[in-house]
Structure formats: structure tokens, C-alpha cells
């Protein structure tokens, strides 16, 4: 389902035009204060943004939520919002409580490569940057883990090329450098394997493995291939060869630099065996410089510089907050709940500093970055003498009337909204049978776009396509599940799908209703 197309009425809203007026910064950075949107309208406002400010300028945002459902409920928005070919990606919390020894899951260490490794797009000397750019949602939770930083991570992704030599050993080393780990046949990300002269990788941020073939010591031809099935994809799969192939690290905490770290413990008392489990069980890995579960455990040691997300951002960035108050409230929460783990731990190994980023720590550096925030909360003063500005684009929306149920009423509405000729569009799970008591009611239901059986002329057409039964002369309305464009003035569309509340979209400026958007919550 994705509603990308009801966007571009956006661009008939004055005020929504300052506002991308005064990120895009022609005039100088202005300060903005909170645009105290209401919830159900932020996520078509981001969208927006994300298409007339990301996009041209090819830089990526950041939107940052207080707590790890919302950053779910964020993400399940933008994708009904945004257009097709958007790349939207969610920075995942950690699998284990702070301070809590263990393994993190290998869906959420490929989810927060997937992320760091965009984010290095274009700043990394021998990748472009990423077009379309990136949109990261993130919980405050996945944004304070401290983790590599940026320059290390750029130093450490690999770059290999068709027709470029290719030193197999140093390379394979290399590798295992960075956290991917030898197999027998390659099936996981982060996993690589060597057969004579052709060597499987399977990147961590990549969406496949890649076969690569070795002619002497020169890299001849590169594929992608099927994991499950071992087979190379060729232009009959649609899949062209690559030219390159880019490898970034396989885990945020390099095993060679793990490696180094242990060794300053080399004169440090090991606790008694009595206290197992322990970190002690993971010395020998951690001195063997291997990648095993628990590495991720030690990221507050063994870089002395942790950072957060902030650090992989370009500065042409845009860093967006839900609620600024928010954040801050939740985040003292969590590092409470860490202290609280750290103190019920039998052992932590010597140093061990939180690996969470407190609030203060980081508040500061986030305010920097000027922050649109969509809700309630001021990030920073602005400066003295400066006059913040105030974006009035919360006038935009009315809130949707509530029918708690009633059809009749809901029918009256929409005959009325018809007769003034303003858009509709009525978004559900039970859209079909919605659309079914439009019909019955009297509603026109011939779509002349893609009908399964062409039913007769209409000179007044609704977006919803219609099958007519020649046998008994009955229709069975099908919503749409996609709305590319917008619809035309006058008309009702049922989609079949959820999101959390509609709203109407009113141009103020002459009172004229651009869009009804109905939801289950109505």
C-alpha cells in the first residue's frame, strides 16, 4: 500500500513552502521553532521533505524517536508515504539490555551496517554518493549505543574492482580483519568461502553474495548469485555483472582492533572460574582476533572514541525529532534502567564504561545539527538577538470528523464532500466493504482505468476499479492498494490498508479543502 501520490498537494500549501524554503538554506540557516504538528500529520510532512529537500540535494535525513515502537510505527508510515524507490532504513536497538553480555541478533547487526554503510556514500573516496539518499529512522534507544567511529569505518570497507589485482591471501586476511568469517559454501551475510580461483562473498550490506573469478591474480568477472541455490544471476534474472563490488565491515567492533585492546589486559586479574559465565570466557577469542557473538559486548572498550549515528552524517544532513522533550525524558530513563543492569552484574571487565551515551553528553552535539522538530520542545535557544521563526504549517490540518462506527452518517459525508467537489480519500482495512456501502448507497463505482469488464460509460469516475459478473450483473469492488497520482478534485477513493489517523489539508490562505483523509481511527 503507499499513498505517495496525495504528496504533491502538498505543494499548495504556503506554508509548507517556507519550510522547505528555510532548510534548504539559501538565506542562511534560520532558527526554527517546533512546528507542533499533531502525530497522524508528521509522517506525510517528513515524506515531503524527504522528496523536496533530501533528494535534491542528494542528503540524507535523520528522524530520531523517543521510544523503539514509535521508531516502528515511523517506519511503517513512511513506507505508505513515500514514492517507490526511496531508501528507508531503520537503525535497530541492540539485542541485549546495556551492560548485559550477549550475542546480538544477526538481523540487527545487518540492519545497523545496512545503515552505517549508506551513510558513508559519497564520503568514502571510491563511492558515489547514495542516490536516491538515505532516510534513517531511528529510537533514541538504537542512537545512544556508542559504536565505531566514522573514520574507521570508512577505513576498513573495501573496494574491489573488474580488472584489478588482487593480492588473494592479504585479501582474505583483510577480511577476516573486519569481521567476516570463512565458510564452506556461502549462504549469510558476512560470510565469504575460496574455491581455487573463484572467491564467494556475501557483504554485510549487501542485499546478495557476489561470485567473484580470479584470472591469475586479476579479478576477470564478478556475478551475483543465489544463496540458496548456489547459482550465478546473469541478465536473464535481471541482474547485470557488477564493476565493483563494496565491503564494508561485517561487525562494529573490528576483530583486529579487539584483538590489539585484549592485550592491555594481559596483566589484569581474571576472575575466579567460580564467577563463569564471564568475559573471561572470551579472552582467548578476543587475543585470537576472531569474530564470536559476544563481540559486540566490548565496543565501550575497545574504541576509546565511541560515537553515535551523528558522526556517519554528511553536513548538508537533515536531523529531524519527533519531540524534543521526549527524547530527552526517555533517554534518562534508559541510562536509570543500565545503571540499574550494570549494578546486578557479578563481573564486568576492568574499565567497562556504560555503553549507552547519557543524554548530556549527547544533547549538545545533537542541538548542533539544529534539528527540525515536528512536536513540542526547544533544542536550543537561538542566538541573542536572533529571532527564531515560527512555521505556521500546524494550521494546515483540521482533524477529521469521528462517525465511532456509523455508516449513515459517513455516507452523508462523503455525498457532501462530493457536492462541494473536495477530494476524498478513505483509508482502511475494511475498505472494500466500505466501498461496497458507497455503492449500495447510490455511489458511482465505474472506474474507466483498468476496468475487468468494461461496464458503460460514466461521465463521473471514482478510483476504484470495479468487477462486473456478466452472468448476474453484480459488482465486487476492489480498492486500490496504491495512489501514484493525485486524484482529481470531487472524487472518493478507497484504499485498502492502516494508518494511525487521517486529518483534513486546508490552504488557509483562501479556506479551500485540498484533501478529506479518512481512517480506521474516524
Known sequence: MNVSGLLDLFDQIPAFGQLTHALAGDDGLQSLLPLELVKGTRPPVVAQLYR?????????????????????????????????????????EPTPLPYDRGPWSDRTRQAR????????????????????????????????????????????????????????????????????????????SGQFSRRGGIIDIFPA?????????????????????DPATQRSLGTADGYDSPEGVVIPPAREVLPSVARDFAEVWADET????????????????????????????????????????????????????????????VAGELIAHAEQVAAEQA????????????????????????????????????????????????????????YGGQMRPFLNQLRQTRREGERVVVFSRQATR??????????TLIRTL??????????????????????????????LETLPDVPPSGSITFVQGSLAEGFILVRQEDHHVLLHLLTDAE
Not at 523517543?66 to 508510515?77: F, G
Not at 559504536?147 to 574492482?161: D, Q, S
Not at 550490506?205 to 548469485?225: C, H, K, N, Q, S
Request: net charge negative.
Open 205 to 225: 550490506a549487501a542485499a546478495l553474495p557476489v561470485r567473484i573469478e580470479l584470472f591469475g591474480d586479476e579479478v576477470d568477472t564478478m556475478r551475483y548469485f
Open 450 to 479: 483498468e476496468p475487468l469488464v468494461q461496464a458503460g460509460d460514466s461521465d463521473t469516475i471514482d478510483p476504484i476499479v470495479t468487477a462486473i459478473d456478466a452472468g448476474t450483473g453484480r459488482s465486487g469492488v476492489l480498492p
Open 270 to 329: 581474571l576472575p575466579s572460574e567460580d564467577s563463569l559465565p564471564s568475559w573471561r570466557d572470551d579472552l582467548e577469542q578476543l587475543r585470537q582476533g576472531a569474530a564470536f557473538p559476544n563481540l559486540e559486548y566490548y565496543m565501550p572498550l575497545v574504541y576509546p572514541r565511541p560515537v553515535t549515528l551523528l558522526d556517519y552524517l554528511p553536513q548538508d544532513a537533515l536531523v529531524i525529532v519527533d519531540d524534543w522533550d521526549e527524547l530527552g525524558t
Open 434 to 443: 466500505l466501498a461496497e456501502l458507497w455503492g449500495e448507497d447510490g455511489g
Open 113 to 188: 551496517l545496512n545503515v552505517f554503510a549508506g551513510l558513508i556514500a559519497g564520503q568514502h573516496p571510491l563511492i558515489p554518493a547514495a542516490d536516491p539518499p538515505l532516510l534513517v529512522v531511528s529510537s533514541i534507544r538504537a542512537f545512544l549505543q556508542k559504536t565505531m567511529p566514522k573514520r574507521r569505518f570508512i577505513a576498513a570497507t573495501r573496494v574491489i574492482r573488474t580488472g584489478q589485482s588482487l593480492d588473494v591471501d592479504k585479501t582474505i586476511a583483510g577480511w577476516m580483519d573486519i569481521g567476516y568469517e570463512p565458510a564452506s559454501v556461502v549462504e549469510a
Open 52 to 92: 523536496r529537500i533530501a533528494t535534491a540535494r542528494r542528503a540524507p535525513i535523520l528522524l530520531l524517536t523517543a521510544k523503539v515502537d514509535s521508531a516502528t510505527l515511523w517506519h511503517q508510515a513512511l513506507e505508505t508515504w513515500l514514492p517507490s524507490g526511496s531508501r528507508l532504513l531503520r537503525l535497530s
Open 347 to 402: 563481573a564486568l571487565p576492568p574499565g567497562y564504561r556504560n555503553p549507552l551515551f547519557t543524554w548530556e553528553e549527547i544533547a549538545s552535539e545533537l542541538a548542533w545539527w539544529q534539528p527540525l522538530i515536528l512536536g513540542d520542545g526547544q533544542a536550543v535557544d537561538p542566538p541573542e538577538g536572533e529571532e527564531p521563526v515560527y512555521i505556521e504549517l500546524s494550521e494546515a490540518f483540521d482533524p477529521g470528523p469521528r
